[in-house]
C-alpha cells in the first residue's frame, strides 16, 4: 500500500468471546477467517503485528469457582484455552500467507515455542506475525494485562483492543441505549471512571509506560489497517 503506516510495531488484543460471532461458546470460522483477513492486511503494508488472545470463549478461570474449581486451577485451564485458540488462528493465517510463530507463556513444547522477549522481537523483525498465548503464564491476571506487558516488553507503539463496540463508552452501550463515547480519555479517567472495557492493571501498565491504547470495533472491516495507518477510528487512551 502506498499510504504510509502511523505505527511500526502493534499489539492486537483479541478477547476468546470475539472468536465465538454468533455461537454460544467455541470458534467460529467465519470469524476466525475474518480476523485472519483483517491481520494480513496489516501485514501487506508493512507493519509488524504481535496477538495476544483470549480463551473465553471455551473457559473463564474467573468463574470457576461455580463449577467447584479453585480459582488458581480455573486461571491455568483458562490458559491453555487460549492456547486452542492461537493454534486456531495459526492455522488459517497460514492458509493466508501469512508466517506465523505461536508462543507460549506456559511451556507447551510440542506445539508452540516458549515465550522469550529476545526471541518474539526477532520474530517480528523478520516479519513475521507473533501469537502470544498462555496470558501472562500467571494465574490471577487476564489477558488484558498480559497484552499490556507483552506491548511494553516487545516495545509495541500501541495496544489495539479489539471489542464488539465501536470504542469506551460512558456505559455499556448494549445495555445503555445513553451512553455516549469516548473519542479520547486518558488512563487516569479510565481507571477512576472504572471503565470495564480493560481491567485496571493494563491501563496502569500502559500509563506507567507510555504505550497507548486504542479500543475499537474488531469486526468492522478495514478498521485495523485504518488505525496502523493513522485514522481515527475508536478511542484513543493516553497521557
Known sequence: MAQSNKYKRVLLKLSGESLMGENGFGISPKMLNHYAKEIKKV??????????????NIYRGLQADESGIERVQGDYMGML????????LQAVLENQGVFTRL???????????????RRAIRHLEKGRTVLLAGGTGNPFFTTDSAAALRAVEIDADVVLK???????YTADPEKDPTAT?????????AINKDLSIMDTAAFALCRENNCPIVVFDINGTDNLIKIVQGEDVGTLVSA
Open 43 to 56: 501485514k501487506d503494508a508493512g507493519c509488524e503485528i504481535a496477538v495476544v488472545i483470549g480463551g473465553g
Open 81 to 88: 484455552a487460549t492456547v486452542i485458540n492461537g493454534m486456531a
Open 103 to 117: 508462543m507460549t507463556a506456559i511451556e507447551l513444547h510440542k506445539i508452540a515455542e516458549p515465550y522469550i522477549r
Open 162 to 168: 479489539g471489542t464488539r463496540v465501536d470504542g469506551i
Open 181 to 189: 463515547k469516548y473519542d479520547r480519555i486518558t488512563y487516569d479517567e
